[in-house]
């Protein structure tokens, strides 16, 4: 590996092996989903071709990923091995520990809706929702579904169910909103909720 602290010590131990610039982004795409080359380099804006590609040998070397091939033709996909997936845990950490430097919005750096795939969970981890209900985030046309249930805040990409309500915000609203920074009435001029208001409550109270 690229780096080596030698210290006989966990998070150095672990840093030997995801610390290096890019790595734990490439996880976290391959923790919405398994990916071909160019879906990785699309989701990771600003990484250079060949940077991308010894990242990407340096952590199946580490045995953090793996090379499949495609259910559908000979196509090479990348995907987290069950070790490298526990890595959602310690990425869910960063992402909450990170909420004082979210606050001032993007200023134009890149964002991707898929991201949130990776983040809401964290956001909305411990949270036990008093109905169920089923929403949508709308962000510029790309949709997120949230399923709150009694054990928690479900997320991911619609599954052809019927929404209660479609909430449309942008980013940095949404993840105020998740973080709990953020209410609906704080942001009601922001916004636009179409369906059912109780059930965007439900989702997103504390």
Do not use: K
Not at 80 to 86: N, R, S, V, Y
Not at 120 to 144: H, M, N, Q, S, Y
């Amino acid at each position: 590996m690229s780096r080596d602290y030698g210290q006989y010590c966990g998070l150095a131990r672990a840093l030997d092996v995801v610390g290096d610039r890019w790595n734990l982004l490439i996880v976290r795409q391959l923790l919405v989903a398994p990916a071909r080359y160019r879906e990785l380099r699309d989701g990771l804006p600003g990484i250079a071709t060949n940077l991308l590609t010894d990242r990407l040998r340096d952590l199946e070397t580490a045995g953090v990923l793996e090379r499949r091939l495609a259910d559908e033709g000979n196509a090479t996909i990348y995907a987290l091995t069950e070790w490298g997936a526990q890595l959602r845990e310690p990425i869910a950490g960063l992402i909450r520990w990170s909420t004082p430097l979210m606050i001032r919005g993007p200023q134009g750096d890149e964002f991707r809706t898929e991201w949130l795939l990776v983040a809401l969970p964290a956001l909305f981890t411990g949270r036990a929702p008093t109905r169920t209900a089923t929403v949508g985030i709308d962000i510029g046309g790309d949709v997120i579904q949230l399923q709150a249930t009694a054990s928690g805040v479900d997320v991911s990409l619609p599954d052809g169910r019927e929404f209660d309500a479609v909430l449309r915000a942008d980013a940095s609203i949404t993840l105020g909103l998740a973080t709990g920074l953020l209410t609906l009435d704080d942001v009601a001029a922001s916004i636009d909720i179409d369906g059912d208001r109780s059930a965007v409550h439900t989702v997103f109270a504390r």
